[in-house]
T-cell receptor, first 113, second 114 residues
Framework: DAGVTQSPTHLIKTRGQHVTLRCSPI?????VSWYQQVLGQGPQFIFQYYEKEERGRGNFPDRFSARQFPNYSSELNVNALLLGDSALYLC????????????FGPGTRLTVL | AQKVTQAQTEISVVEKEDVTLDCVYE???????LFWYKQPPSGELVFLIR??????QNEISGRYSWNFQKSTSSFNFTITASQVVDSAVYFC???????????FGSGTRLLVRP
């Protein structure tokens, strides 16, 4: 079975631009979470979606938004990119909401110049 | 506040040595889960274990073992007879407020030298 997939693998943008990152969860998983991992740190929670509804948001500005589609895939959008948005963006899927192990994708490495 | 502390930033060992990675956590939840993930150079976080706070028995899986001690709020991870392929960053994680949002520690980078 395919694991969590993310696209693109790498992305280079300039300050002020907008970016869309995509994630496809493991088949049968209804929950998708997004994390930001800055170099040298642990991942930080951004969003969680379950059954197409936002179920949680971390401490990130409104420039960050996300959505989940009927097929449970998800997009993370970041507007007005800042240099500090450069990071590895990880998507995780799980079957349910609470206490299920989350399976992570390979991530999208975003570089903002 | 909930917090996960991994005090060891980097550990270097020679192949076949045993190594223990420390994890100390703070939580106000009475029941909770703890997780360990491995992040190899490729970047993908690999799930290793989920432990329920009710179960304080040590767990062993091959060369991996975990020592959960609720009294000291620690959930340490030991690799026996380390191998070069064990080289990675290891993260301990705790769900925030009994939810699905994982709080990660800052990670311990393990380098296993041949």
């Amino acid at each position: 079975d395919a694991g969590v997939t993310q696209s693109p693998t790498h992305l280079i943008k300039t300050r002020g631009q907008h970016v869309t990152l995509r994630c496809s969860p493991i088949s049968g998983h209804k929950s998708v979470s997004w994390y930001q991992q800055v170099l040298g740190q642990g991942p930080q929670f951004i969003f969680q979606y379950y059954e197409k509804e936002e179920r949680g948001r971390g401490n990130f500005p409104d420039r960050f938004s996300a959505r989940q589609f009927p097929n449970y895939s998800s997009e993370l959008n970041v507007n007005a990119l800042l240099l500090g948005d450069s990071a590895l963006y990880l998507c995780a899927s799980s079957f349910g909401l609470v206490y299920n192990e989350q399976f992570f994708g390979p991530g999208t490495r975003l570089t903002v110049l | 506040a909930q917090k996960v502390t991994q005090a060891q930033t980097e550990i270097s060992v020679v192949e076949k040595e045993d190594v223990t990675l420390d994890c100390v956590y703070e939580t106000r939840d009475t029941t909770y889960y703890l997780f360990w993930y491995k992040q190899p150079p490729s970047g993908e976080l690999v799930f290793l274990i989920r432990r329920n706070s009710f179960d304080e028995q040590n767990e062993i899986s091959g060369r991996y073992s975990w020592n959960f001690q609720k009294s000291t709020s620690s959930f340490n991870f030991t690799i026996t007879a380390s191998q070069v392929v064990d080289s990675a960053v290891y993260f301990c994680a705790l769900p925030m407020d009994s939810s699905y949002k994982l709080i990660f520690g800052s990670g311990t980078r393990l380098l296993v030298r041949p």
